[in-house]
């Protein structure tokens, strides 16, 4: 397959079995975030939010995958996706048997309040530490100093 350039051009180069299941997973995923944007990322069609990719969909040649381009998302929903062929990240389905709406909804949603976390963190500000500074040397420490300094002659190399 050419490197797709739209979501169109991949669904279009499909088996018309795995471009139904795919169309569909399209869709629920659009109704599911609707503040994301299409997009391909890593020659896959996905879709991002903020700038950050939420989700890709893909096909191969035995099975359709629901990539939630995380292992948190699936971990914490391991008993929704027990049905499933799994591995991190990737959610594996026959065309014939895809997820169910309120399971992609369930999973989109989670992963939107993953990167809606991690915003939340980078936007925390940082502590700030105090300056390290040498502490001031008293005048007994200054003494030592000019002691040892008459004590031991420096070398001219």
Request: glycine share 4%; net charge positive; proline share 10%.
């Amino acid at each position: 397959m050419a490197r797709p350039t739209s979501h169109e051009d991949y669904l279009a180069a499909l088996p018309p079995s795995q471009r139904a299941a795919l169309q569909r997973l399209r869709r629920q995923i659009a109704a599911a975030a609707p503040g994301a944007v299409e997009t391909i990322t890593y020659s896959l069609p996905g879709f991002r939010l903020d700038g950050k990719i939420l989700v890709c969909y893909a096909a191969r040649a035995g099975h359709c995958s629901f990539h939630p381009m995380s292992d948190r998302t699936l971990a914490d929903h391991a008993a929704a996706v027990a049905r499933f062929d799994t591995s991190p990240g990737t959610l594996r389905f026959q065309p014939s048997a895809p997820p169910s709406a309120p399971l992609v909804r369930k999973l989109v949603r989670a992963r939107v309040a993953e990167l809606e976390e991690a915003a939340a963190a980078r936007a925390k500000p940082k502590a700030k530490s105090k300056p390290k500074t040498k502490p001031k040397a008293t005048a007994s420490a200054k003494a030592a100093a000019k002691a040892k300094a008459k004590r031991s002659p420096r070398s001219t190399r």
